[in-house]
């Protein structure tokens, strides 16, 4: 629910607020999430249906983000073996990393496709400054849907 | 019969009344000044009223300042409550009255051009930093079809390139990919206008002899199969001629507020080559 509210969400707000190409993705912090929580498996399967939800909203080739967010989610699972997802500082390095590859491979993807990209020195910059920041916010984010998932399970409990 | 003791008090009263009467004859047209016993009786008397009359007033006052107000509150709740509701009825009048404007221009619009139009709303933007799209309330049951031509007031919007029942989806022709066969209006040079920025676009494929300076208008040619000939795109904002290159790098101001865009016109007309812009006398 919160990526689909976060996905339809985005477009209006991001445009509004951000330059082109400067994208603050909690869409990869929402699979790291569900990766520590739910295991592997979920995750894949929720990158892939985040990835399917991205690609239904945008003008993009089709099948580009759900190839994206599966990219996100194996590069995630690999970082694990080096760093703590459940640690903030993990969380800030690997899903920093995780959105600079992704930019990266969307870079490389939509060059491959003949997409039209345009030769902006400040591209690189913009796509780092998405990583770094929403890295730097991907604590705040992790904690936030830990604090929900608390609510949720004390309200099942209740009723 | 009267019995002797009403006689006397019919007596009593009589004589009262007369005694009033006398009173009220040897008044009249007189001024009303108090006698020195009247006087005598007021500086008695009005002490009394005084205490009396403030001990009346504080005990309203008090009254009316605390026991009455144990309402006030909910009065003033209540009053708190309408005027919340009267703001929101207020707000959404000014939206209405707001889209009314955008919808009446869009209906100027519409008549200026003989073509078929249906006006839908934009309800949501391309959630990606990447690409520039929208996605309109109106799909194929509104008798929507692919490639279609988007527009509004101020001109070309986009073109239709994905549908669904009731929603479509919109590329908006400053994406990068998306590509608008045009020509400068006074000059008729052509070029195909592509999207750089949200506010900026280039026209390529300009002839390096061509005509065009800056503040020249951008129309649709009506080549591309997708636009009516003569929908406005832009202005011409910069013009640069680099002799290692093939082309003038001409850049275009879009003349739509893409970052305001509310509702717009999708032309109901596949096949625009029949050149339909034609304005009313």
Not at chain 2, 12 to 18: D, N
């Amino acid at each position: 629910m919160i990526s689909l509210l976060y996905v339809l969400l985005k477009g209006s707000i991001m445009k509004e607020v951000a330059p082109k190409f400067f994208d603050i993705d909690f869409g990869t912090a929402v699979i790291g999430y569900v990766l520590i929580t739910y295991g592997s498996t979920w995750a894949g399967l929720f990158a892939l249906g985040q990835g399917i939800l991205v690609d239904l909203f945008s003008v993009g080739p089709v099948g580009l983000f759900s190839l994206l967010y599966l990219a996100v989610f194996l590069s995630l699972l690999g970082g694990c073996r080096f760093f703590d997802l459940h640690s903030p500082k993990g969380q800030v390095i690997l899903i920093c990393v995780a959105v600079y590859l992704k930019e990266l491979f969307l870079l490389l993807l939509l060059l491959v496709f003949s997409f039209e990209i345009p030769n902006s020195s400040s591209l690189l910059i913009l796509l780092g400054a998405s990583a770094v920041l929403t890295g730097i916010l991907s604590p705040f984010f992790f904690h936030f849907l830990y604090l929900l998932r608390r609510l949720m399970i004390k309200g099942l409990q209740e009723t | 019969m009267l019995n002797p003791r009403r006689i006397r008090i019919l007596w009593i009263w009589i004589a009262l009344f007369f005694i009033a009467f006398i009173l009220v004859s040897s008044s009249f047209g007189k001024r009303r000044v108090w006698s020195p016993l009247e006087q005598a009786v007021i500086e008695i008397t009005a002490p009394v009223q005084k205490v009396i009359f403030s001990t009346v007033d504080t005990v309203q006052g008090f009254w009316w300042k605390y026991f009455s107000l144990v309402d006030i509150r909910i009065v003033n709740a209540s009053l708190k409550k309408e005027i919340d509701a009267l703001k929101m009825e207020n707000s959404l009048y000014r939206e209405l009255v707001a889209a009314n404007r955008r919808l009446e221009t869009l209906l100027q619009f519409k008549e200026v051009i003989h073509w078929d139009a249906l006006v839908a709303q934009v309800i949501g933007k391309d959630p990606t930093g990447w690409f520039e799209s929208v996605m309109i309330d109106k799909g194929k049951n509104a008798g929507l079809r692919l490639n279609m031509a988007v527009v509004n007031a101020q001109g070309a919007v986009g073109q239709l390139v994905s549908l669904a029942p009731n929603y479509a989806k919109v590329l908006l022709v400053i994406d990068q990919n998306s590509a608008v066969d045009c020509l400068i209006q006074r000059s008729r040079e052509k070029g195909i206008v592509k999207g750089l920025s949200p506010k900026v676009c280039k026209m390529h494929y300009v002839v390096k002899n061509g005509d065009v300076v800056v503040g020249d208008l951008v129309v649709t040619s009506g080549m591309g199969r997708v636009y009516p000939k003569g929908i406005p795109v832009g202005r011409v904002v910069a013009v640069a001629d680099d002799p290692w290159e093939m082309f003038k790098d001409v850049k275009v101001e879009p003349l739509v507020n893409f970052s305001k865009l509310e509702e717009v016109l999708v032309l109901l007309k596949e096949d625009p080559l029949s050149n339909p812009y034609r304005f009313k006398e």
